[in-house]
C-alpha cells in the first residue's frame, strides 16, 4: 500500500500514559475514552446503525443460533473477580470463529447494492439472485485464517465463487479447510500484509470483489460493512449478560489484529451506554502492536508495528491497524495492551483445564489472549500495575471473547498437552489451571442461555 493508505485525521486526542512493566506486557490509559461531555464520533455512530441489519441478515443464515456465553464461575472466585464471561465463538456456524459474521455482511451489502435491492434482503434472496447471474460471481480475499474461511463458506452457500489468498507459515489444516468449501485456494511466501496487496491487485486485474476488513485510499466501503457484521457477536452477549446477571459487564476485553472487532464492540459499547459503559481492554500482540504503537505516536496517522510479526496468535498477525477503526477506538477504548505469546497459551490452557467444575472451553491463541491476560494480571503480583490501570476489583464482571477454536490443531496440542510457551519463572504465584480428578473435572460449568 502507499504511504497515503496510513494517513488519518488528526482530531487532538489527549496524551496518553505510557507503561511498560514488565518487558512482556505493555499498555497505555486512554484518557480521551471518558470525556465529558460524551461525544460519540461519526465512525461509531454509523457502524452501530447497522447492528439491526446485520443481526437480521445473520437470523436468516443457515444454521444460525447465538454462540452461547459460559461462566466461569470457579476461576472468577479464584480471580476474585465477580463474574468471568466467555463469548465462545469456536461454535459459530460450525467454523470455529466469528469472521463469517463479517464477511457475510459485506457480502450481503455488496450484493444489495449490486443486484438493486432496498436493505438488505434475507440471505436465501441474496442466493437466488447470484445463481440467476449469466456470469459467476466471484469474491476474493487475503486471509489469517479464519476470514478466508467464513468469506469460502458464504459464497458455496450462495452460489457464488471464492478465492483465498493465504500468507506464509500457515498449516495446511488452513489450506484443507477452505479448499473444503470449494474456494480456490492461492498460498503466497509473503506476511500478512503483503499477502492483502497481492489479493487486491489479482482481484482488481480480473474483477473479482475484494472482501477485506481493514481500510486504505479508495478501498473503504466493504470493510466498514465487514466491521458492522461483527456487531451481532456483542449484540448477541449484551443480551445474554443481561438475560442472565440483569447487569452489564463492567469490563471487556477484546483482542485486535487491525482493529475491526474491536471497532465495532466498542462502537455498541458507546452508542448505548455512553459515558456508562463497560471499560474497554485492547489487546495484540508484542510483535504486531500496531494499534498500541498509533496510541504511543499521537499524531493523527496510523502506524505500522516496527517489525514483521512473529506471534503464535496468527489471527492477530497484523502490521497495519485499519484507519477506519482506528477513528472510533483512538477516542473510546479505555487501554490498550500489548503481551507475549505465553498469556495466550496460557488462556488457552486455562480454558481447555479448567478450574473445579467450569465447563471446558476449546481456544485457539488468537481466542484465547484475552482470558490469558486476565489471568495473569490478576494473580501475579508482577502484572498488578496492569490490574490496576484495568480497573480491576472484587466487584468487576470481566466478558471476555474467544473468537476462534482450535483451528491449527497441531499447534493446539503442542501448547495444550505438551506446555508449549510456559512462562517459565515468571510463572505466577498460583496457578489458576487447576487440572483436578476426572471425577471432579465434569463438564458442568454453566453454558448460560442464549438469547
Known amino acids: 500500500m502507499s504511504d497515503s493508505a496510513t494517513r488519518h485525521r488528526s482530531v487532538g486526542v489527549p496524551a496518553l500514559r505510557a507503561t511498560m ?46 454462540t452461547p456465553l459460559v461462566s466461569l464461575d470457579a476461576l472468577a472466585r479464584l480471580l ?24 457475510s455482511f459485506a457480502v450481503a451489502r455488496h450484493l444489495a447494492e449490486s443486484f438493486g435491492f432496498q436493505g438488505v434482503p434475507a440471505f436465501d434472496q441474496l442466493a437466488e439472485a447470484v445463481r440467476s447471474q449469466t456470469r459467476p460471481v466471484t469474491f476474493a480475499s487475503a486471509t489469517a485464517g479464519n476470514h478466508g474461511h467464513g468469506l469460502a463458506w458464504v459464497a458455496r452457500r450462495l452460489g457464488a465463487q ?36 497481492f489479493a487486491a491487485a489479482d482481484a482488481r486485474d480480473k474483477k473479482w470483489t475484494l472482501i477485506q476488513d481493514t481500510a486504505w485510499d479508495g478501498y473503504d466501503r466493504i470493510p466498514e460493512w465487514t466491521m458492522q457484521g461483527y456487531l451481532t457477536l456483542i449484540h448477541e452477549a449484551a443480551a445474554q449478560c443481561l438475560a442472565v446477571s440483569d447487569e452489564m459487564p463492567t469490563h471487556v476485553i477484546v483482542q485486535a489484529g487491525v482493529g475491526s472487532l474491536a471497532a465495532a464492540v ?17 489487546v495484540e500482540p508484542l510483535s504486531a502492536a500496531c494499534l498500541l504503537r498509533t496510541a504511543r505516536a499521537r499524531d493523527g496517522k ?12 496468527s489471527g492477530l498477525a497484523c502490521r497495519q491497524p485499519n484507519p477506519q477503526a482506528w477513528e472510533i477506538l483512538r477516542s473510546q477504548a479505555d487501554l490498550f495492551l500489548a503481551c507475549s505469546d505465553e498469556f495466550a497459551a496460557r488462556g488457552m490452557r486455562i480454558l481447555a483445564c479448567p478450574v473445579g467444575l467450569d465447563e471446558r472451553v476449546e481456544s485457539g491463541e488468537s481466542g484465547a489472549v484475552g482470558l490469558g491476560v486476565l489471568s495473569a494480571v490478576r494473580l501475579g503480583s508482577q502484572w498488578s500495575a496492569a490490574s490496576r490501570a484495568i480497573g480491576l476489583d472484587w466487584d468487576s464482571r470481566v466478558l471476555v471473547i474467544n473468537t476462534e477454536g482450535a483451528t491449527a490443531p497441531a499447534h493446539y496440542r503442542r501448547v495444550v498437552w505438551d506446555g508449549a510457551l510456559s512462562f517459565g519463572s515468571a510463572t505466577p504465584e498460583r496457578a489458576p489451571c487447576s487440572c483436578l480428578a476426572p471425577s471432579a473435572r465434569r463438564s458442568r460449568g454453566k453454558a448460560l442461555a442464549e438469547a
Do not use: C
Request: glycine share 6%; proline share 7%; no cysteine.
Open 80 to 103: 476474585d473477580v465477580r463474574s468471568v464471561w466467555v463469548k465462545d465463538e469456536s461454535r459459530r456456524l460450525g467454523l470455529g470463529a466469528f469472521k463469517v459474521l463479517g464477511s
Open 266 to 282: 466498542q462502537s455498541y459499547l458507546s452508542a448505548r451506554w455512553g459515558n456508562e459503559r463497560p471499560r474497554t481492554v485492547v
Open 162 to 197: 471464492a478465492v483465498i489468498y493465504l500468507p506464509a507459515g500457515r498449516e495446511h489444516s488452513l489450506y484443507e479447510r477452505i479448499a473444503s468449501e470449494g474456494a480456490e485456494v492461492i498460498r503466497t511466501d509473503l506476511d500478512y500484509d503483503r499477502t492483502v496487496e
Open 302 to 313: 496510523v502506524h505500522a508495528s516496527e517489525a514483521r510479526p512473529s506471534t503464535v496468535m
Open 21 to 66: 512493566y514488565p518487558s512482556d506486557l505493555r499498555w497505555m490509559e486512554n484518557p480521551a475514552a471518558r470525556s465529558s461531555p460524551f461525544v460519540l464520533p461519526d465512525s461509531a455512530r454509523r457502524t452501530f446503525a447497522a447492528v439491526d441489519a446485520a443481526h437480521a441478515l445473520h437470523r436468516s443464515m443457515p444454521g444460525y443460533r447465538p
